[in-house]
């Protein structure tokens, strides 16, 4: 599946334990990943559904990930290398995070800020001494995402789809 990972990462620098999805939990996903690569292709397709529309879930895949640290330069990372999931699934309506890896996973992250703004979903959140954000753009599915800690943070990109 080309250079794409299909790693995801917001939740699991939050809570490490959720990087412990079996192999079968990943591959069954991999349906899931051809179909973002698809959508990443034609943005012509809204990814995500208007707010008329209101989308419940959403399910995001990173595709890079940006690590600096205090005093040096950044280096590309990966999911893999910082250990954070491949799949992450947001409910808007209980406004929550969790692995989409892991099936009924009773481990999840508050959103605790989420706005509509100009076509983009902006998420905010923040727990064990970190905060995070992310933008969704609701047209290409494409987000960004930043990991913050006082003297480290992580840059993350990726594109999530309507589920």
Known sequence: MNTLKIVIGICCLIFPALAMASENDVMALEKDAMALEKDAIAPEKNAIASENDKAEYILCSVTNVIECRAGMDCLESSAEEIKIPQFIKIDLDEKKMSDATVKDSTKST??????????????????????WSVIISEQTGKFSATISEDDFGFIIFGSCMAI
């Open 110 to 131: 508050s959103i605790k800020s989420m706005v509509r703004q100009e076509g983009d979903i902006i998420l905010q959140g923040s727990e064990v001494g970190r905060g």
